[in-house]
């Protein structure tokens, strides 16, 4: 009974947990002309590499305010967008689970300015957040939107993509993200009104415009954007929006930093590390990564890739000598417990490595 009862410690919170984050749920300041736009010069403070954990300059909510805070309270948005260099925005969604008092906004909505119209990240997981959105680009630039980017197919990607298709936006996915739509949207649409609540009026499922499998080519205003899948990571299709001529990178859900990163039942670690490598290989010098601020390689290495290879390599020690799945809860995760959503997901990160590579 006691082991029981231990178990459902562990599993409801992370229930609770999962069921927000895949549910997932002034004219002068207008852009001047396309030479402006090819400047590369970091906007936001990007954070110095650091040794430990201890040592992040960014600071990210806990506790408390990391559930109910909200940073724009006359908009949708949890927080309003900020030019991360020059030509590319980012409006920061909060680290926590989607909830009514963020609006749903948990994940990162960037966009691209050009001087021949504006790429968007992320639909947003609702119309009327998604309506907020371009109310803030409109402030930014008289330019159109002409493409939003599904980073994948989860809720807070993805759900407002009838807002933009009414405007004349092309919805472009990968194949497998809108795989996952067609499957489960209207589950997810159903899970982000229960959070939600009046905020998702407007909100239908509506599929992508586009697919493509690996690689998708923009060009727009001399800007080149490619729409990258590089292999197996967090969910099915996963892209990324790499940048060569700005050295940054739109990582999505590859890369984490600000928040624990959830390992799910079709998550394939020892993938995501492989896919890792092509990752790396771009070489970028900024990031803007699915959850957090932006930042560089070095920080969304240790709290990814750096995090999956300690999970296996604990697993495999483990594994070798004989220990449980309860075993596995108690590993100690002590260098990554300061990360938001860390007292959710670290036990049931740890039990769905061990699992998987009993398996393997």
């Known amino acids: 009974m006691t082991k029981i009862l231990k178990s459902l410690s562990i599993i409801l919170p992370i229930l609770m947990l999962l069921s927000c984050d895949r549910d997932d749920m002034s004219e002068s300041n207008k852009t001047q002309n396309a030479a402006t736009q090819m400047d590369v010069q970091p906007i936001v403070q990007m954070p110095e590499p650091a040794s430990t954990p201890s040592q992040d300059v960014t600071p990210v909510l806990t506790g408390e305010a990391l559930y109910t805070s909200d940073k724009a309270p006359n908009s949708m948005l949890y927080d309003l967008p900020q030019e991360v260099i020059v030509g590319v925005w980012s409006a920061i969604g909060a680290t926590s689970p989607g909830r009514y008092e963020n609006s749903g906004h948990n994940n ?22 998604a309506k907020a959105l371009h109310t803030e680009i409109m402030k930014i630039t008289d330019q159109p939107v002409r493409y939003v980017v599904l980073e994948n197919g989860q809720g807070h990607a993805m759900l407002g993509s009838g807002y933009w298709q009414e405007q004349g936006a092309v919805v472009i996915a990968h194949e497998d993200a809108a795989h996952e739509i067609e499957e489960n949207a209207f589950a997810i649409l159903e899970g982000a009104k229960q959070i939600v609540k009046e905020k998702a009026d407007g909100t239908t499922v509506t599929m992508p415009d586009k697919t493509f499998k690996d690689e998708m080519v923009i060009e727009m205003g001399g800007v080149r954007i490619e729409l990258l899948n590089l292999g197996p990571a967090h969910s099915p299709g ?123």
């Open 108 to 129: 990162n909505l960037s966009f691209v300015i050009t001087n021949e119209g504006v790429l968007v990240v992320n639909a947003g997981s609702n119309y009327l957040l």
């Open 238 to 360: 996963d892209i990324i929006v790499w940048l060569p001529q700005k050295s940054l990178v739109i990582s999505g859900d590859m890369a984490f930093h600000q928040r624990m990163l959830p390992l799910f039942e079709h998550t394939d670690t020892a993938a995501w590390i492989e896919t890792w490598d092509k990752f790396a290989a771009l070489n970028a010098e900024y990031v803007i990564p699915g959850h957090g601020g932006p930042t560089n390689m070095a920080e969304v290495t240790r709290y990814t890739r750096d995090y999956l290879v300690f999970l296996r390599e604990e697993m495999a020690k483990l594994i070798e000598d004989g220990g449980s799945l309860e075993d596995a809860y108690e590993i100690d995760q002590s260098a990554y417990m300061h990360l938001p959503t860390s007292e959710f997901l670290a036990k049931r990160n740890a039990g769905q490595v061990f699992q998987s590579m009993e398996f393997e």
